[in-house]
């Protein structure tokens, strides 16, 4: 910095009495390189208290200019309510429509702004947007006190649940090995004939991660013919482990319009020789 530099710095720090950040502004500087400079010539700063009401000297208090009168008679009414009310409500003591015009008045007199009073319709919604709200602490407690949450507990309805137990055990159906002629190559042909696209979706082997997979449309793993097979993308095939019966007739009927396959009334493949 040049002398004339610190000439203005300490025109406007110590006569003109402005604050840090306004000097470095004005003069270009950053406020760590106008903080050494004081050190260096042995400048006294200001306190937080004297800086504080420098910057804000220009600005109006929280009342936005109201007078005193008005800020004292809204003191000495609160006292006055707080001896007469006793644990009442304003409810109570004034009965409703006048409870709200007062706190209507203390709340423009505290802001200065006027507001439309809410309706009856508006406070019945915002009253049922807060019905049956919990406190997250509560739903903590609540899990940490639940029986049903131990690990114990879990381990016994697994135990429950899987096996015969179940109401969808088929005596143990999946567990059992497949063919060898369902093989890749078996796979591939089932595929290509139906042009790599999954039966139900309509979705093509390009727009999923996986390869489509084969289902058995009579559930019959033993049977591993073009007639009892057909490509299905995961989603869907999670979803014929249910209603086999209707999946069946589904299916059947597909094969029949596109292949024109045969089948029995008893939902049975008959064979082409």
């Known amino acids: 910095m040049n002398k004339k530099d610190k000439d203005k710095v300490l025109k406007l720090y110590e006569k003109k009495k402005l604050p840090q950040t306004e000097v470095a502004k004005l003069m270009g500087i950053s406020r760590n390189t106008l903080r050494r400079f004081l050190i260096k010539n042995k400048i006294k700063r200001r306190n937080i208290s004297e800086s504080v009401n420098l910057s804000y000297r220009d600005r109006n208090s929280w009342s936005k200019g109201k007078s005193k009168e008005n800020n004292a008679s809204l003191q000495s009414m609160a006292v006055k309510n707080s001896k007469v009310r006793k644990g009442k409500t304003w409810e109570e003591l004034m009965g409703k429509e006048k409870a709200q015009i007062a706190k209507e008045k203390r709340r423009i007199a505290m802001t200065g702004k006027k507001r439309k009073p809410f309706s009856e319709e508006h406070r019945r919604k915002l009253s049922l947007l807060q019905l049956g709200r919990k406190c997250p602490k509560q739903s903590l407690r609540m899990k940490r006190n639940n029986p049903s949450q131990t690990n114990e507990f879990k381990e016994q309805l697994s135990k429950r ?3 015969k137990g179940n109401n969808f055990w088929n005596g143990g159906v999946s567990f059992s090995p497949y063919t060898k002629e369902f093989n890749n190559r078996f796979k591939r042909l089932i ?13 093509h082997r390009e727009k999923l991660d996986r390869a489509l997979s084969i289902h058995h449309i009579n559930y019959d793993k033993k049977l591993t013919i073009p007639e009892n097979c057909v490509s299905l993308c995961d989603s869907c095939h999670g979803l014929t482990h249910y209603n086999r019966k209707s999946w069946i007739t589904m299916f059947q009927s597909l094969l029949v319009e596109r292949y024109e396959y045969k089948y029995n009334e008893n939902m049975e493949v008959i064979k082409r020789i």
């Open 191 to 203: 595929r290509k004939r139906d042009n790599n696209i999954c039966m139900l979706c309509g979705k």
């Open 161 to 163: 649940m899987t096996g």
